[in-house]
């Protein structure tokens, strides 16, 4: 059996990194190692290391691991960053860039980065534009292989973050989603099991090129994640 594929994964307490981390238990080709401002639940039968320290610091771990892979599920929301702008491009965006380029530096050439449907700089909303400046300077970073999700509204269990409109879009997504066809697909709901099934798949990867993926992209890519192996 060949040895394991390293994958360093940030933003490991969000929505998206814990269902990662709940998709590597019982894997024997994947390898994940968390990084992390505060201390993460591990599922039972977790098979992989959680290093809790300030960002300045991640740069170290990636040194010390040399993964082969990145995967980035970073970000805050508006209520968290306080409703500041500054402070939330100072996750969204300038985290995002300093492990990246902290990842390069060590020696990670592939990266996957979880972004969101509609990221454009000339988006009204401000968000969005933040995504997209993410997306921008993350391609000049230097990755061999650079994908860009672009996931719809998130399913899953937020552990009561979730803004009350977002509640709403949910609890609706059902009909709505039968709603959105043509350029407005991309919008529709996601699972955020589904995305973190691509994101493991697509980190496999080892063609280069830059790639971004809307909803129906990240479904193909999640039903290419291979099976778990036998211990």
């Known amino acids: 059996m060949s040895d394991p594929l390293r994958i360093a994964l940030v933003g490991a307490t969000g929505l998206v990194g814990r269902e990662a981390i709940a998709l590597s238990v019982g894997r024997e ?15 039972r039968g977790a098979r992989m290391e959680m290093f809790v320290a300030e960002p300045g610091r991640w740069g170290e771990v990636l ?11 970073l970000g805050t929301t508006w209520r968290k960053a306080g409703e500041d702008e500054d402070a939330f491009r100072a996750v969204d965006r300038d985290l995002v860039l ?3 380029r902290a990842a390069r ?15 454009s700089l000339a988006a009204r909303a401000f968000y969005l534009r933040v995504k997209a400046e993410m997306e921008r300077d993350l391609a000049k970073v230097g990755f061999r292989r650079l994908d860009l999700l672009r996931p719809g509204l998130l399913r899953g269990a937020r552990d009561g973050d979730r803004r009350r409109a977002e509640r709403i879009g949910i609890a609706l997504s059902p009909v709505t989603d039968l709603l959105l066809h043509g350029s407005w697909r991309g919008y529709r709901s996601i699972p955020a099991r589904t995305v973190a099934e691509a994101a493991l798949a697509l980190a496999m990867r080892r063609a280069g090129g830059r790639f971004r993926h809307d909803n129906d992209a990240i479904r193909r890519a999640a039903r290419e994640l291979p099976q778990p192996l036998p211990a």
Do not use: N, Y
């Not at 040194?63 to 599920?73: G, M, N, Q, T, Y």
């Open 29 to 43: 080709d994947v390898r994940l190692t968390g990084l992390a401002r505060r201390e993460v639940p591990l599922p």
């Open 63 to 73: 040194e010390a691991v040399r993964p082969s892979a990145l995967i980035c599920a």
């Open 98 to 100: 300093e492990t990246a």
């Open 105 to 119: 530096e060590h020696g990670v050439e592939r990266m996957v980065a979880i972004s969101s449907a509609g990221a």
